[in-house]
């Protein structure tokens, strides 16, 4: 199976991609993101959940975060424009 290429994947289908993985960590298939969601606003989300989270999107997107990049994040938005860097 061939993935996306990653350098060419357009705001809609790493939207749709990174939804797919938020529903499936939280294991809530209503789950919608919005740029300035945070960790506070889904309950589910703590730190154990954070690392799994971070993980997952790592193998689907093929990157590697540092810890400083994955500490530095506020918010889902934030998330959208570091796999953006890591993967344009």
Known sequence: MTGP???TMDDTQLR????????D????????????MT?????????LT???????????FR???TTGEVSQLRNVGDLIALIRRKTG
């Open 50 to 60: 954070h690392i799994n989270l971070i993980v997952a999107i790592e193998k689907s």
């Open 16 to 23: 749709s991609q990174l939804t797919g993985i938020f529903q």
């Open 25 to 36: 960590v939280f294991g809530d298939s209503a789950l919608q993101l919005q740029d300035d």
């Open 63 to 65: 990157v590697k975060f």
């Open 5 to 7: 290429r990653y350098g």
């Open 39 to 47: 960790a506070g606003e889904v309950e589910e989300w703590d730190s």
